[in-house]
């Protein structure tokens, strides 16, 4: 009866809704200690992915359905004593006993919105189709609130899904940039709560496939606690927190994309000095807090505007991301300076996304004549100098 639930059990839960499946509670002597399986999407085709931990190391494979279901089998009778399955459509769970008996148990989730939340996703979908798809939960937004256990968007949360969409989107842009091949090396610098952090985790690995590892790093030790216990629980095996300065972290030799959200002032020079430094392919940037060339700007000719305190803290603002954007494409980057919608600090602030494409701008007599103009000298100007 046991065999024929778990049969049951596969024919319900396999399909693109899957969120994961874990292997654990290891009985045969293969040496494999967990395994892990996801749907992910390759060639615009539906496969099932299985992370195989042996030792230190993991190995993958992707299956399509018909040959997960052989794979679960052999696995339950072979390798491990229980396995786990989660869904929006439910959970379930397999314990194998020693003489090879088969306890299954399903438990099934009615994913229907109600009608007053149907009517309200139906009109947002309308406008716009979203990554992170309404209708299906995500562990780590229903954790932050954003998400109801079922899927549903909270209203009062709305804005904060947008703008982990919006964020994704930038992301989906510069995919081609990331190797599918081989695992890519993503640093978060000034992490903070990392609800976006998690998000690219989930979109990159678990919705694309990408074989990465997610360091993120913050000061805050009370942070980066809880983001690792937090990355622990939703089995983000390749996510990891450390505590940590932006200008003195050598954790590691070589970087893919250097993420950088809301490093403060200076901080952010510093992390684009690091992502220029290891020759990453992409750089992401949400700046704030710029207030070096608010204090430096200085020029008669343009006296009668800055004497105004709020006008010049915005030009200063606007002169900072431009600069760091050209200097940028004087090292080899094609930059752009993108509206992005963050609702922790201002209505609309901007991203700076830089992608490595190896002719370096040749600017350099330009921005000086304004840096001159303007009497500055940005920090990561100054660091460039003295790396030469």
Not at 342 to 350: A, I, Q, Y
Request: aromatic share 10%; glycine share 6%; with cysteine.
């Amino acid at each position: 009866m046991g065999r024929e639930t778990l049969e049951s059990m596969l024919d319900f839960f396999v399909n693109e809704h899957l969120q994961q499946m874990i292997f654990s509670n290891p009985a045969g002597k293969d040496g494999l200690s967990k395994v892990r399986v996801r749907p992910v999407v390759l060639k615009k085709e539906l496969r099932f992915q299985a992370e195989e931990q042996k030792g230190n190391q993991a190995f993958h494979r992707n299956l399509q359905k018909e040959e997960l279901g052989e794979y679960v089998k052999r696995l339950l009778r072979e390798s491990f004593r229980q396995m786990e399955l989660y869904s929006p459509l439910g959970s379930g769970t397999v314990l194998v006993g020693k003489k090879g008996t088969m306890t299954v148990k399903i438990k099934k989730k009615n994913p229907q919105l109600s009608t007053k939340d149907r009517l309200f996703v139906l009109s947002h979908n309308r406008q716009k189709r979203y990554v992170l798809k309404e209708g299906f939960p995500v562990p780590f937004l229903v954790d932050l609130g954003v998400m109801t256990e079922e899927g549903s968007v909270v209203r009062a949360r709305y804005d904060k899904f947008r703008q982990i969409n919006r964020f994704l989107e930038f992301i989906e842009d510069v995919l081609p940039k990331l190797d599918k091949d081989r695992e890519n090396t993503i640093i978060d610098f000034g992490c903070g709560k990392s609800y976006l952090t998690f998000a690219m985790y989930h979109y990159l690995n678990r919705i694309k496939g990408y074989p990465i590892q997610v360091i993120g790093l913050d000061l805050k030790k009370d942070v980066i606690s809880r983001c690792s216990l937090l990355a622990e629980k939703y089995g983000y095996d390749h996510l990891h927190f450390y505590q940590g300065d932006i200008a003195d972290y050598e954790g590691v030799n070589q970087v893919d994309m250097v993420v950088t959200l809301h490093a403060c002032d200076t901080a952010t020079d510093y992390a684009l000095f690091k992502a220029i430094g290891w020759n990453a392919k992409v750089i992401l940037s949400v700046p704030c807090c710029q207030h070096e060339l608010n204090q430096q700007i200085e020029n008669p000719l343009m006296k009668p505007v800055l004497q105004y305190g709020v006008i010049k803290e915005r030009m200063a603002a606007l002169y900072t991301d431009s600069l760091r954007a050209e200097l940028l494409e004087g090292q080899g980057y094609r930059t752009q300076i993108l509206e992005f919608i963050d609702m922790e600090h201002t209505p609309k602030n901007l991203l700076i996304r830089a992608v490595k494409e190896g002719k370096r701008k040749d600017n350099q007599k330009e921005l000086k004549k304004l840096m001159e103009f303007l009497q500055v000298k940005p920090t990561l100007q100054r660091l460039l100098e003295e790396a030469r």
